[in-house]
């Protein structure tokens, strides 16, 4: 065997204090040029390569970096522009596509397989004629060869890319564009070893979800054609994400000289690997380390995986699951956590150091980890009240069927057909923002505070009554966001200062940590949402964030399975229900924005997990009264497989997204069996445009044609809180009118 060397397959690009951030946002706002944005993001790419030399990692990337997006730029790469983005050049060319330009929409945006980054997706077509532009690998490369260090430019694989992207035409496979595809990729591949690479990462993270027979014999043919290249450097193929199944032999087939392989997500990779007899004369790059939480590794675990794996590769690299795009960077700069969770966490910067350790381990022994090094810290000590309360809830259902509390609720609520409502949030607006900054900041005492948030109910709950809304809401102002509002507030959470992630261009999100058992302290919700029960007499829904998407949006603990960690989060919200309820909260909105994202990448996998997804959501809100309204909300509105489980989950009314074709949406749910209450949101939220009456009247009438009235819910397709007054006023008077003539049409 080799000596032993190690890797890492990505690191984050945003910087330490977002400079990514704000230098493409001060471009964007013309408040620096093109060649302002250039510098910064040159010393940010230096930054990262000095940092990761001066680790001790053997192997460095290069061409992690981008200004926007890793497909996008691959995109740029193959010269697959579409037509509409022809009069464009250059850097502006790219952000027109990224993020639109007067009159010229944007590429679609969506998320990179199961993970909270998004890429903007290539639009393919007969039409497609690829042109290579080798610019930024070739130019990122040089820019690392002149500190001194040589890097391994990584790539979007031909594969991946093809697979990611999307038809313009019906009937045509962006597949077929496969040969097309890889005399472009032959083409660089000749450039980088010109420019003096001697190995590059082509990226193929589509191999972790199902793939065809078709599917695996364009990775055949594409790694075939470039392994056959005569000029080119070494390939590595990186897979990640997941097992790779029926894909794994054929990589070790290809003419590649390396292959790495994700053991954390993926840990059945091993056995695969040994049916296989290994890889001969191939590297295997081990992702023993995870990139994609935030945990301290166990090493003793990992040096035991990559002994298991040291006889199945003829070379063994040590390295990350997947790029550490997905962690924060550096855990140093969290003085405000507490101590012993600091010291089970480990960020980007942290998780370079341990891939280096354990190549030394591996090569020097393993007494260089040091006792310390090695130890696994435990999580904090179980909460045993919520255990016990758990198990002896069950299932926790206590509701009628639906038909029962259909009725129930008609005489309770006294609402008319067609009622109206809002999805939760309203503006933000820079009062409502600078109040929670000053009270943050101590600027403000916590009555003060209280005060402000109470005026902005009043204004919310007074502007809904003259509009003549039927199902008021507070509107949130207390919230940072609907997942670190409800994590900063219960127990065994844990939110962060710096620690940042890209969620999509120059959009990062900040997500709790998740660390121990969940319990709630104290309600949560309940003096805002019974101030502004205060207020009216009409009924005021509260709003929750569900289980699901608390944990979509967290870096959630791993020493137990998510379903557990989903049942603590579901007592905790339940709790509140009760709480709700108690103090004459008769409407109740528990948010599910995420329940599709966490769908695993393979089907085999979905049902276990909308099991246990359903379960949590029914546990939170199956102790409320049959007469306690339960809404739920979800932003989408095209559910594919999880259409049956919308129903399951027996809310008595879901709210979605504005449906390019409700009437299809609608007609989907009734062949799912769902006969529940419905809001297919009759209004785009995320565009400034006032919709008329007119149109939200022919959308109602439609829908109409196939939900009861009784059932059928009138609202925006999601919260307000990016939007203006201005607008929000007139969409939702002209929303509330659209109502009420297709009501007194009846
Ligand atoms: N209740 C939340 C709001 O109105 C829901 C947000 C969401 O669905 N993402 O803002
Ligand atoms: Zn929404």
């Known amino acids: 065997m080799h000596k032993v060397t190690t890797t890492i397959l990505g690191y984050p690009r945003i910087g330490p204090r977002r400079e990514l951030k704000w230098a493409t946002e001060r471009y964007w706002a013309g408040e620096i040029d093109a060649a302002e944005l250039a510098r910064t993001t040159a010393s940010l790419r230096t930054e990262v390569w000095r940092e ?23 995109t740029v790469m193959v010269g697959a522009i579409p037509e509409r983005f022809a009069g464009l050049t250059g850097v502006d060319r790219y952000f027109a596509m990224a993020r639109g330009a007067e009159g010229v929409p944007p590429l679609e945006m969506t998320k990179w397989f199961d993970t909270n ?25 040089g820019e690392a060869r002149a500190l001194g260090l040589e890097t391994r430019p990584v790539l979007v694989g031909p594969l991946s890319y093809l697979l990611l992207a999307k038809s313009t035409e019906p009937g045509f496979s962006p597949l077929d564009l496969l040969p097309a595809l890889l005399d472009v990729y032959a083409e660089l591949l000749e450039r980088l070893a010109g420019a003096g690479v001697t190995e590059v990462q082509l990226d193929e993270p589509a191999l972790a979800g199902d793939r065809t027979g078709a599917d695996l014999a364009a990775l055949r043919r594409a790694y075939d054609t470039l392994g056959g290249l005569t000029n080119r450097p070494r390939l590595l193929v990186a897979t990640y994400f997941g097992e790779i199944g029926e894909a794994l032999p054929v990589l070790a087939a290809a003419k590649v000289e390396s292959i790495a392989l994700d053991f954390v997500a993926g840990p059945g990779n091993v056995h695969a690997l040994a049916s296989l007899g290994g890889l001969k004369d191939k590297t295997l790059v081990a992702g023993v ?12 675990r990992a040096l035991s995986t990559c002994a298991s794996l040291s006889g199945l590769t003829d070379r063994l690299v040590v390295g990350t699951s997947c790029s550490l795009l997905h962690v924060p960077l550096d855990l140093s700069a969290e003085t405000g956590l507490d101590g012993g969770l600091r010291g089970r966490l480990a960020f980007a910067r942290e998780k370079v150091a341990e891939v280096v350790l354990l190549g030394r381990a591996l090569r020097e022994g393993h007494e260089v980890i040091g006792t310390e090094g090695g130890a696994v810290l ?3 000590p179980a909460n045993e009240r919520v ?12 509701r009628s069927p639906h038909a029962v509390r259909l009725a129930v609720q008609k005489e309770a609520l006294g609402l008319p057909p067609l009622a109206s409502t809002t999805i939760g949030s309203f503006p933000q607006t820079p009062e409502v923002r600078r109040a929670r900054a000053d009270l943050r900041k101590g600027v403000i005492g916590h009555d003060t ?10 204004r919310v709950i007074a502007l809904q009554e003259r509009l003549g809304l039927d199902v008021l809401v507070h509107g949130e102002p207390e919230r940072n966001d609907m997942v670190q509002y409800f994590a900063e ?9 710096f620690g940042w992630v890209q969620s999509y261009g120059s959009r990062c999100v900040r997500p709790p940590i998740l660390f121990g058992d969940v319990s709630r302290p104290e309600p949560m919700t309940l003096p805002w949402a019974t101030y502004a029960q205060s207020r009216t007499g009409k009924p005021v829904k509260g709003m929750l964030t569900g289980p699901v998407t608390m944990l979509a949006w967290s870096f959630v603990r791993d020493d137990q399975p998510l379903a557990d960690t989903a049942r603590q989060v579901a007592l905790a919200l339940r709790d509140e229900v009760t709480d709700l309820e108690a103090a004459g909260i008769r409407v109740i909105q528990v948010d599910e924005p995420a329940l599709r994202e966490l769908l695993p990448l393979r089907r085999g996998d979905r049902e276990a997990y909308l099991s246990w997804a359903v379960a949590a959501f029914r546990l939170a809100t199956g102790g409320a009264a049959d007469t306690t309204q339960i809404h739920t ?42 006969g529940r209450g419905i809001g297919p949101g009759v209004y785009d939220i995320h565009s400034p445009r006032v919709p008329s009456v007119e149109e939200m009247e022919r959308a109602l009438r439609k829908a109409s044609e196939s939900v009861a009235p009784a059932l059928l819910w009138v609202n925006p397709d999601c919260g307000l809180k990016t939007r203006g007054y201005a607008e929000v006023e007139k969409s939702l008077a002209n929303m509330v009118e659209a109502a009420r003539r297709v009501r007194t049409s009846l």
């Open 52 to 74: 990761l030399s001066e680790a001790g990692l053997d192997g460095i990337p290069s061409n992690t970096f981008s200004l926007y997006d890793q497909v996008l730029d691959t």
């Open 117 to 141: 980054y998004h890429y903007l997706v290539p639009e393919l077509g007969p039409h497609t004629r690829f042109r290579l532009d080798f610019g930024k690998p070739v130019a990122e490369y």
């Open 289 to 300: 380390v995870d990139g994609r939480n935030v945990w301290r590794a166990d090493l003793s």
């Open 489 to 497: 507030l219960l127990d065994g959470f844990a939110v962060t200062e």
């Open 378 to 380: 435990a999580a904090p």
């Open 633 to 674: 909300h979800m932003c989408y509105s095209e559910f594919g497989e999880i259409i049956g489980a919308i129903g399951d989950l027996d809310a008595d009314v879901t709210s979605v997204e504005a449906a390019r074709s409700h009437l299809e949406l609608l007609d989907d749910l009734r062949a799912a069996g769902y």
């Open 387 to 398: 255990r016990a309360r758990l198990a002896e809830l069950g299932t926790g259902e206590t």
């Open 449 to 458: 505070y209280v005060k402000s948030n109470r005026e902005e109910i009043d």
